[in-house]
């Protein structure tokens, strides 16, 4: 394929209509009053607690002190650049949202803190509590928290949060999010855009687990993490919590930990321990995969904090196959993982799913089709949208969220379509080329790659965690996955998914949308970790004026006898040959992109199912 044919295929476009508001049958019937009420962190929750989701007073000001007046109410999680916000306007670098709430407050208690709870901001944001500065934040993927016990009064009180985004001006992380979005690069978003809520605690409190299941040995490891040393009075200096060592029991006061472990409701475990780390046996262990997605129920109580959490016992590694060709297993069997790029994208709410209900769906149709895996592309998602693939089983792989200054599309795009081979001699030491000069956001990405792997360590579904995608923001990524690995050893790597790959990471990881699909098998496992990316055009129900796609069928018809094809022809004698993983482009359209298996709106399959997973499981699970 010559170059100019291979850039004008990637980039194809053609013109269509006006663009058009698309809606979601959840947004058409989202009721402001009860917004996202589920609790927002299923693996460590707690019953007093009050969603705060809902109208909010906001500005957009250039003005850098809280405003004497609010003249416009936005519906939060929802960011303002969103149709579900009522806002429908782009905070701009430069400008500061500005967000106001009312709390009524009958009563509070001895010995009881109230912690506020953000699940998202992007990207900067400072909280006030009462006119006074309680805390900042950096970072528009992250959940944060304080404790305001301290400034708050028995009565009304006033909770302002200031929000700022540079969006893809600066090296902060961003995802696909772009102020001049179009093609593969859609609309920038900003502000609160997750669920926020607050929650009575006792002096003493849970704030983190870490739980590792280990299937070999029948046995799951807990470690809990206080808030404090027991018996230690309250730091009122540093009320940002979160990131507390593992106590040392030996100089502190005993206090007995209580570890309840419970199968279908009945109770099959109890452990009691003045140690907070723990390792607890399992007779008869049920095993978690995606055919049969298991899950344990547990319950720790210390002193007057009671939380309920749940784990799975299951297990990834890579091992070599009856036939010697290397292959990815779970729970000690080859397990072909044949799944989806999920951008976690919504017409009406942007990066916020409408409804739990449509967090549920993207999952269970994605199952429905034959996949049992997600790639979670370029985004962290809500916490509840991991425990719906943990309960459900949809194993995911996590993509870090990229960072850096603009990318130069002849070397992320161009280069490695036409010479994917030759783009593997670059090393990602050159911070310039792959825009990473500065050694501050380096720095930021370090640490939020650390933050993510301890979010989301606990959740089976978790199968493989990817630090960078096509050279976004790449560097250093040998070092990426020695952290990595220092901070979880249960999961594997994809540490440069698509090209310049600095043979560190657990596969061979390639992205073809261009050339024949072929394995050669090796010491790793071979894996797409992108392909396909057939668009279809559907009236009334895409979003933009452009079609972008890398290959274009007029109807389903034509969409669907290719996609069948490719997987039941195809990636079936591929398998055979050593592929142990697929990502096919994509779950659902993303605004320009209508290359997925679903509208934007999530009202029309274009394909059907495949059958490929079926016959594959028959022989490996």
Same mark, same amino acid.
């Given at each position: 394929m010559k170059l100019k044919d291979a850039i004008h295929t990637l980039f194809y476009k053609e013109k269509i209509t006006a663009n058009q508001q698309l809606t979601t049958v959840w947004g058409e019937n989202l009721d402001p009053n009860h917004l996202l009420e589920e609790y927002p962190r299923p693996q460590l929750?707690?019953?007093?607690?009050? !969603?705060?989701? +809902?109208?909010?007073?906001? %500005?957009?000001?250039?003005?850098?002190? =809280?405003?004497?007046?609010?003249?416009?109410?936005?519906?939060?999680?929802?960011?303002? &650049?969103? @149709?579900?916000?009522?806002?429908?306007?782009?905070?701009?670098?430069?400008?500061f949202l500005w967000y106001e709430k009312?709390?009524?407050?009958?009563?509070?208690?001895?010995?009881?803190? %109230?912690?506020?709870?953000?699940?998202?901001?992007?990207?900067?944001?400072?909280?006030?509590?009462?006119?006074?500065?309680?805390? &900042?934040?950096?970072?528009?993927?992250?959940p944060f928290s304080v404790d305001i016990t301290d400034d708050l009064r028995e009565g009304d009180n006033q909770l302002n949060v200031k929000a700022a985004d540079s969006s893809d001006t600066s090296y902060h992380s961003r995802g696909k999010q772009k102020l001049n979005r179009g093609g593969m690069w859609y609309t920038a978003q900003s502000g609160i855009w997750q669920t926020v809520w607050v929650e009575w605690v006792p002096d003493l409190f849970i704030t983190s687990l870490k739980i590792t299941p280990f299937v070999d040995r029948s046995s799951v490891s807990i470690e809990i993490v206080l808030n404090k040393p027991i018996g230690e009075a309250a730091d009122t200096e540093n009320k940002?919590?979160?990131?507390?060592?593992?106590?040392?029991?030996?100089?502190?006061?005993?206090?007995?930990?209580?570890?309840?472990?419970? /199968? !279908?409701?009945?109770?099959? /475990?109890?452990m009691k321990s003045d140690n907070p780390n723990m390792e607890i046996s399992l007779e008869k262990v049920h095993l978690w995969n995606p055919k049969d997605p298991f899950l344990y129920d547990m319950v720790i109580t210390i002193g007057k904090d009671r939380v309920e959490s749940y784990f799975a016992m299951r297990k990834i590694e890579i091992k070599e196959d009856s036939e010697h060709i290397t292959r990815i297993f779970l729970?000690?069997?080859?397990?072909?993982?044949? +799944?989806?790029?999920?951008? +976690?994208?919504?017409?009406?709410?942007?990066?916020?799913?409408?409804?739990?209900?449509?967090?549920?769906?993207? !999952?269970?149709?994605?199952?429905?089709?034959?996949?049992?895996?997600?790639?979670?592309? !370029?985004?962290?998602?809500?916490?509840?949208?991991?425990?719906? %693939?943990?309960?459900?089983?949809?194993?995911?792989?996590?993509?870090?969220?990229?960072?850096?200054?603009?990318?130069?599309?002849?070397l992320v795009s161009y280069l490695p379509t036409i010479m994917?081979?030759?783009?593997?001699?670059?090393?990602?030491?050159?911070?310039?080329?792959?825009?990473?000069?500065?050694?501050? +956001?380096?720095? &930021?990405? =370090?640490?939020?790659?650390? &933050?993510?792997?301890?979010? @989301?360590?606990?959740?089976?579904? =978790?199968?493989?965690?990817?630090?960078?995608?096509?050279?976004?923001g790449q560097f250093d990524a040998q070092k990426a996955v020695q952290l990595i690995r220092s901070l979880d050893q249960s999961r594997l790597i994809d540490h440069a998914s698509g090209w310049f790959d600095q043979k560190a990471g657990d596969f061979i990881s390639i992205h073809n949308y261009f050339h024949p699909l072929t394995v050669t098998p090796t010491e790793k496992p071979e894996i797409l970790s992108e392909f396909g990316g057939y668009a279809c055009y559907i009236a009334d129900h895409s979003f933009s004026s452009q079609i972008y796609g890398y290959r274009i069928y007029k109807t389903k018809e034509e969409l669907n006898e290719r996609y069948q094809e490719v997987f039941n022809q195809t990636i079936a004698g591929l398998v055979k040959k050593g592929l142990s993983?697929?990502?096919?482009?994509q779950l659902s359209d993303v605004e320009d992109e209508v290359n997925g298996l679903f509208t934007y709106d999530r009202k029309i399959c274009k394909v059907t199912k495949i059958s490929l997973l079926d016959s594959i499981s028959k022989k490996t699970m």
């Open positions: 929750q707690r019953d007093n607690y009050t !969603i705060l989701n +809902g109208f909010w007073s906001c %500005c957009i000001t250039k003005e850098n002190v =809280i405003p004497s007046k609010f003249d416009h109410t936005i519906l939060v999680p929802f960011s303002p &650049e969103s @149709l579900l916000s009522g806002v429908n306007r782009q905070l701009m670098p430069g400008e009312h709390l009524i407050i009958d009563r509070i208690e001895d010995n009881i803190r %109230c912690i506020l709870h953000f699940g998202a901001v992007d990207q900067y944001c400072e909280v006030f509590m009462n006119h006074k500065k309680v805390m &900042e934040h950096i970072g528009g993927y992250l940002i919590f979160g990131t507390e060592e593992v106590l040392d029991t030996e100089q502190s006061p005993t206090m007995e930990y209580i570890v309840e472990i419970f /199968s !279908i409701g009945k109770l099959v /475990s109890v729970n000690n069997k080859p397990y072909f993982q044949n +799944g989806l790029l999920d951008q +976690g994208y919504w017409p009406d709410g942007l990066y916020t799913a409408p409804s739990d209900e449509a967090l549920i769906f993207d !999952i269970r149709k994605a199952k429905e089709l034959g996949f049992n895996m997600l790639r979670k592309h !370029i985004k962290i998602e809500p916490l509840r949208w991991y425990y719906h %693939c943990d309960r459900l089983g949809m194993l995911v792989w996590q993509d870090m969220v990229n960072g850096g200054s603009t990318y130069n599309p002849i994917p081979k030759f783009i593997d001699y670059f090393k990602d030491s050159h911070y310039r080329i792959f825009g990473r000069s500065s050694a501050i +956001g380096r720095m &930021e990405w =370090i640490a939020e790659c650390e &933050e993510t792997v301890k979010l @989301l360590y606990n959740c089976p579904c =978790i199968a493989v965690w990817v630090p960078f995608n096509e050279g976004w993983a697929t990502v096919y482009t």
